[in-house]
């Protein structure tokens, strides 16, 4: 005959923390099937306080944007560096126009420039309005006589060409007889005519004679007339 096997059911009771120097301990209370177990749990030693590390930073770099941030510490506790990389940011929006600051102070005048190329002709302006009218002037003639001695020593008469109001002025227009000059000398002058005394040049001068004598007949002379 088989002897029946009965099953206990065990379960947690009590758990207690001893002090450090206090042993571990464990009790079962209750009866079969249903028991419990007690525990006593000795509290461990206090560890040693960790040295405080003193951490600095390092380098700092700025990333390309878009990129992502990245961070890494080097050299041993408790001295320690932080190096940084931290990507550039994106463009931010355009802000708006700020107020005008003031004017600043006038530069030094720069140098002179070259002299730029002459422009094209303008348009040819109005007519201007006709000047008032002038005082009648009165013409000025100008004439050449010439005539020809008839016997030397005598004054040849001579008629002007242009009419005259008033005597004009009678002067001499030497010119030249083989290599004696011929001038004459006007006199009695009217407003239509006069009278030629005519002289040439002698060929020897004489210390007590004149430069010039009569001119013989039939020697050409010319006169200048101006007047109006």
């Known amino acids: 005959m088989t002897d029946k096997v009965t ?14 120097d206090q042993g571990a301990g464990a009790s079962i209370t209750g009866d079969a099937p249903k028991q419990k177990l007690n525990l006593a749990i000795p509290k461990g030693a206090d ?9 600095s930073i390092g380098t700092v770099i700025t990333g390309q944007p878009a990129t992502q941030a990245a961070a890494s510490v080097t050299g041993e506790a408790p001295s320690q560096i932080l190096n ?19 004017q600043g102070a ?11 190329d002459t422009g094209s002709t303008g348009p040819q302006g109005a007519t201007g309005p006709q000047g008032p009218a002038g ?37 001499p227009d030497p010119i030249w007889n083989g290599n004696q000059m011929v001038i004459g000398q006007a006199s009695d002058i009217t407003a239509t005519g006069c009278k030629v005394i005519v002289k040439q040049s002698v060929g020897t001068l004489l210390l007590n004679g004149s430069p010039y004598a009569d001119a013989p007949a ?10 109006s």
């Open 84 to 102: 940084l990389t931290i990507p550039q940011g994106a463009t931010g929006p355009v802000g708006p126009q700020g107020p005008t600051g003031p």
């Open 47 to 55: 560890g040693q306080s960790p040295s405080p590390n003193a951490l």
């Open 135 to 171: 005082t009648n002037a009165t013409p000025v003639y100008f004439e050449t006589v010439s005539g020809k001695v008839v016997t030397a020593g005598t004054a040849v008469s001579i008629v002007f060409a242009k009419k005259y109001t008033s005597p004009p002025q009678v002067k």
């Open 7 to 20: 099953t206990t059911e065990l379960e947690i009771g009590k758990v207690v923390t001893n002090q450090p």
């Open 218 to 227: 039939n020697t050409n002379f010319s006169m200048f007339v101006i007047g």
């Open 106 to 116: 006038a530069g030094a005048q720069g140098p002179k420039g070259d002299k730029g």
